[in-house]
Structures are given as C-alpha cells and as structure tokens.
C-alpha cells in the first residue's frame, strides 16, 4: 500500500463490508445521544421490537434543553421537560448509560465525551448533532448523524456511507499573541465558505494548529461544519494521548499503552494525497468578528462591514443586502463600532476550562459595560464548572458583572429560558449566527471567548490585543 | 417508508442561497418526541408574521405574504426549487421531516448540506442535484404567471417540464433503490449481522481498548 491520509486509516479499519453498489457498512464504535434527536430513534426500536445491539458502546447526557439557572426547580417549560424525561426513561428501558440533569458530570455532549475520555483515537464516532465533528481533533473519525440513523447505530452498531474527498488545511507558521483557535477556524470559513468543504473530510495541519492545546483543537474541529464539511480530523500527537490519560472511560495501565502505540501511527503518511490542499499563513490570521448571518461572513476585528454595491455578483451582493437588513448594520461600518447587547460565553465550541480562563483574563479587575444587559458565562460541564470554581474563575466574573450559570447548550440555539430578545445584539463564542438562531429576531457576532470577554467590558468589538 | 413513486407536481422557487435547518424548522419545535405534524411549522420564520410557538394552530395565524409558499401560484407544491447549500447546519431530521409532512417530495438543488442530504433519503424525499445554469433556467419559467410542473421519473431519472423539455439527472444507485422500495435500512442492514459479529471479535484481537467501555 501507498502512503494513506489519517482518514483512509480510520475508514479502512471500520469496513464491515462493501455491497454491490459500493456502498460501506462502516462500523460505529462509540455513539452520544441527548434528547433532542434520539426520542423517535428510540421510539423506532421499540416499535420493531428491537434492543440495542451494543449498549455499552453509547452514553447519552441531556443538554440542549436544561435550564442553567435554580436546577432544583427542575424545568418549568413542560414541553422541555417531556424531553428530558423521554431521554431518562429510553435511557433505563434500553439499558444506556446516562449522566442525567443532576449528575455532576452532566454537561453539551461535545464537551463531556472528550473529558470522558469516551472519546478515544482511532474510534468512529457519531452523534444526532451536526458539531460531532469536535471529537475530530482526537484523531477520531466523528460525525453528526440524522435520527434514523441514530436508530441504525443503536440497532446495528453500523452505518451505511460512502468515502468522502479529503482537503488538507493547513495553517502554516505562528498565530500571533492574542489569535485564538476561533479565530483560526472563522479565518479559514472566510475563506473557504460555508460550503467550502461540502463532500470533504477536513484534516487540519500546519504548525499553529499542532501549537494548539487539545481544547483548541477541539474549537477548530467543532467548526469545520461550518465549513460544510463531513467531518474535521487533526492528527494524534503526545499531547493528545496525555489529554487522556487517567480520563474515566479511557483504558488504563498496560492497554493504555497498547493503545497509545496504535494511537501515534493516526497521523497522514508523508506524501499522502488530498484531493484539495488549501495552505493559509497563522500570522497574517488577526481576531476575528462576523458580521451577517453566516460563518463565513467574517472579518478581522479591524475591518468594515461590507458593502453590497461593491460586490459584483448578484446573488451574493442580495446575501450581503439582506443579512445587513437583518443584523441592523450599515455598510461601512467599522467592527469597534458595533455595540452589543448581550455577550454569552459557552457553547461546545468554547466552554472548556481553557477558554474560561482566557475570558477571565481580560475581565479581571473589569466591570462589564453599562450598556450591556446580559453577560453570561456558561461553563460545558458540570466538571468544567467545579474546576473554574476552584480556580475562583467564578469570582472574577461575577465581581465584573457576569452571570455565572449552571452548565448546557443554553443561548447557543436558545431552547432553554436564555435568548436574544428580537433585533437584540449579542457577542456570542457559540459557532452559529444564523438568523433566528440565539432567539427570534436576535442578532449573532461570533467571537473567541477573549473578544467576547474585551466587548463586555468595552461595550463594543474591540481588538483585546490592545485593551 | 412508502415507496416513491412517479408524480407531476409544482414546482415553488425559494430564492435563497445556504437556506439552514434553522429556517427549515425553528428550533422550539424541535421539542416534539414525535416525528410528525412538523408540517404546519416549516419555514415558521418565514411563513408567519406572528412568532411561532409548538402547538399553535396555524390555520389563524398572520401569513406573510412575501413568502414563496403563501403565493397562490405555489399551493400544493410538491417539488422545492433551491439554492446552493440547502440544508446546511444542524443534523436534525426535524428539516426533512417537515418538508416531508407539508407535502414536498423532491428538492432540486444546485447542492446541498451533506447530512441534510443523507436525511432526505430515510424520509422519502428526493434531493437531485442540478447543474447551477439548469437551475437557473427553472427560477425563470417558475417565476412566470402559471406555476411550473415538472413530471418525477425516478426509475428513469428524468424530469420533464410542462414545455416538454426533459432534464437527466444522476442519483447514487443504493439511494435509487432504497426510495423505489420503501425499504427499511435497519433490517438490511441486519441481513449482514454475521460479519458485524466477526468484525468485532477480530477488532476486539486488534484494539480491545475500543470495547473496554
Ligand atoms: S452547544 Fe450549541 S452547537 Fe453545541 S451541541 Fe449545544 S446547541 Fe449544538
């Protein structure tokens, strides 16, 4: 055999069989569930009379519908709960592991596998959840799947799929200081588009992104839907076999090891083809702010918002026009002039401990901003909140004037009590600004969590390099 | 799933590139458990004046009559005219399901979100993907006074306009089958659980930490 990407590795070794067609049975070694897109996978299993093939093999956690504030209340929404609930009792009926709402390890499903260590190298593994593609930084072959497939997983252990094409991103030489793992991955969505990677596994490379920490690697990956993409993938190195190490669903001792063997050969051969190489320059990647109503459109904190009349194809110039509508901004305007209502910090895309200490960085011995209404900070996990607890991160940013919540997906997509109010402004660290997507009529600027952090405490985008 | 057969149907224009799941189907009604009555919801955002919420009855609620599917050309559509990247964003099955329930049975595309995509095919829904000049040319004849109908041969993979003009399209050979036959994935897939079962004993040789959970 020639030289291999890190994505054939991973496919050639989860082949069950090949049909006719050529399509694959791709075996699924570990699946994630929460409550939103499981009830009627559940609900088809039992009505065919079927069990789980391997229960073992999932954990689910509710996230997307908790309430982040006086958990002893339970959840007031009943259509909320019934969720929930369903999740509880599909869980106890199918014999599934689950941390449920009052776990203390409870937390987004993106955040809990990884600290887990549920997330190994070398695994596929899939969730009813587009942002699956953030267990792609561990050398995992993760991607998000639709209910009846989540039905197929838990009644087969297998997927049907087809190889997709593989594009190298690489991010060549050293983000400068103050240049997070956000703003490298909206960088990228600049300019690739959001439909830049459709059909692709993304495989991220380059020197800024083998400096970055597991968690920013996991920030990068979690975005590469964005971009369209099937899936994002980053080659094991030592620190990702240190991030596991000891990790409650990790092996230990003597497997370990064995395992971490197999784990350091998951990188692309030398020489390995890509149907597409797009090479980028880390120190030319400035903080990044999106403007619209789409990943893609971005720009450094430095810039303006663009102007349609400048743009000479129609359809994109009437993008341009009708996400300015949306967001209430004017063309031209500078970035440091916009001023947000709210500011949210959490999300599977950045509510790790790492990112929570590089909001609190900035916030210390700052208040929030008069004009801001709302400043949230909602850590991943149950175990990321006791952790920023003890490392008094809390303290700091309720001292500033930040609210300090309970963990979950919260004003990510907004299904619990926190949203955007109609025509509400919000610096969010979340990894979609879609119209509508924070609450009705709300208004998304996506950010790192230290830009997040600067506008709160400025009241407008600021470069935090120069706060 | 029912099996797919051959239709004449409507064709409604949604001139909007990178239309999300989230336009689709807003995320409060994302909360059912069930997998139907998505229908009257589909496109809330943009169908309705008013905000929707989950067990609205819809039949009294402001139409915004901007909106493609609230033009009295359009009623009854069964075939959605799209833009690049329909379906980008979330992988909920709520989007398909949606489209499904209100009564669309093809979608024609330039491109589409990869799981969108995937989605369609476990709902019965047709996604074709066409040439972005071919599509085009279907905004501009379904923009006309009298809606366009297009005639769905799927065994043949063709579409016919009203005008006669016929459009070839290509669609993966397992998908083709899977809709023609209504048939259920998981019990296929099932026919193959002897080499599921020897794929794990020899992985569980090769990489037992995978099955140490
Ligand atoms: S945090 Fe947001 S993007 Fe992540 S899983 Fe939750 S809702 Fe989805």
């Not at chain 1, 743009?311 to 509508?325: C, K, N, S, T």
């Amino acid at each position: 055999m020639g030289s291999k990407t890190l994505y054939d590795k991973l496919w050639d070794e989860h082949v069950v069989r090949v049909d006719d067609n050529g399509a694959v049975l791709l075996y699924i070694d570990r699946q994630l569930v929460h409550e939103v897109t499981s009830p009627q996978a559940f609900e088809g299993l039992r009505l065919a009379g079927r069990r789980p093939w391997r229960a073992a093999a999932n954990l689910a956690v509710p996230d997307h519908n908790v309430p982040t504030r006086d958990l002893a209340a339970g959840i007031t929404d009943p259509i909320s709960r019934i969720q929930v609930e369903t999740l509880d009792h599909n869980c106890a009926d199918f014999g599934i592991r689950e941390f449920p709402m009052a776990d203390p390890r409870q937390g987004i499903v993106h955040v809990i596998g990884p600290e887990q260590g549920f997330t190994l190298p070398g695994a596929t593994l899939v969730c009813g959840d587009s942002h699956t593609s953030t267990h792609g930084a561990f050398g995992a072959l993760a991607f998000g799947i639709g209910t009846s497939e989540v039905e197929h997983v838990l009644a087969t252990q297998c997927l049907i799929q087809r190889k997709s094409k593989t594009l190298l991103i690489s991010v060549d030489g050293q983000a400068g200081p103050g240049v997070t793992a956000k703003d490298i991955v909206l960088a990228i969505i600049g300019e690739i588009g959001t439909a830049g990677g459709t059909g692709s596994v993304i495989e991220f490379g380059g020197e800024a992104i083998r400096a970055l920490s597991m968690e920013g690697r996991m920030t990068v990956c979690n975005m590469a839907i964005e971009a369209g993409a099937r899936a994002g993938l980053i080659g094991v190195d030592e620190k990702t076999i240190e991030y596991l190490r000891g990790r409650p669903y990790a092996p230990s001792g003597e497997l370990f090891e064995r395992a971490a063997a197999h784990w350091r050969t998951l990188v692309s051969d030398p020489g390995a083809d890509f149907d597409r190489v797009v090479r980028l320059d880390a120190s030319a990647i400035q903080p990044q702010v999106t403007w619209g109503t789409s990943p893609e459109m971005v720009v450094p904190v430095g810039g303006r918002v663009p102007d349609p009349r400048a743009e000479a194809d129609p359809v994109r110039a009437e993008g341009i026009r009708r996400a300015l509508g949306y967001m209430g901004l004017e063309p031209g305007t500078a970035i440091r002039d916009i001023r947000p209502d709210k500011v949210f910090i959490g999300s599977c895309t950045n509510s790790r401990i790492e990112d929570l200490r590089a909001a609190a960085e900035v916030v210390q011995g700052r208040k929030v901003a008069d004009g801001i209404r709302l400043a949230l900070v909602v850590p991943g996990s149950g175990l990321v909140k006791a952790q920023a607890e003890a490392e008094g991160l809390d303290r700091i940013f309720t001292d500033a004037g930040f609210e300090w919540r309970e963990p979950g997906c919260s004003m990510c997509l907004a299904m619990n009590a926190d949203r955007l109010e109609p025509g509400e402004r919000c610096a969010s660290t979340s990894n979609r600004n879609f119209e509508g997507r924070q609450g009705q009529g709300g208004r998304t600027h996506l950010v790192s969590p230290a830009m997040a952090a600067a506008a709160a405490v400025a009241g407008h985008f600021v470069d935090v390099r120069e706060l | 799933m029912e099996p797919f057969e051959n239709f004449t149907g409507v064709v409604a224009p949604l001139d909007r590139a990178n239309v999300d799941t989230d336009a689709i189907i807003p995320k409060q009604f994302l909360k059912s458990i069930k997998r139907t009555g998505f229908g009257p919801y589909l496109f809330d955002e943009l169908r309705y004046l008013d905000p929707g919420e989950p067990g609205m009855d819809c039949r009294s609620r402001p139409l915004n009559p901007d909106f493609v599917l609230n033009d009295p050309r359009y009623q009854g559509a069964q075939i959605l005219l799209a833009r690049e990247n329909f379906g980008c964003g979330s992988s909920r099955e709520h989007a398909p399901w949606a489209l499904a329930d209100f009564g669309f049975r093809v979608i024609l595309a330039p491109s589409f979100a990869d799981i969108f995509h995937n989605n369609c095919f476990k709902n019965g829904l047709l996604p074709i993907v066409l040439a972005p000049e071919t599509v085009e040319g279907l905004f501009a004849r379904s923009r006309g006074p009298q809606a366009l109908r297009i005639d769905v041969d799927l065994p043949g993979q063709l579409l016919t306009l009203d005008d006669g003009t016929r459009i070839p399209f290509e669609i993966d050979a397992g998908n083709k089958a899977r809709l023609l036959e209504g048939l259920d994935d998981i019990g296929l897939t099932l026919q193959h659980a002897d080499a599921i079962r020897a794929y794990e004993a020899r992985r569980q040789i090769e990489a037992p930490w995978l099955f140490a959970v």
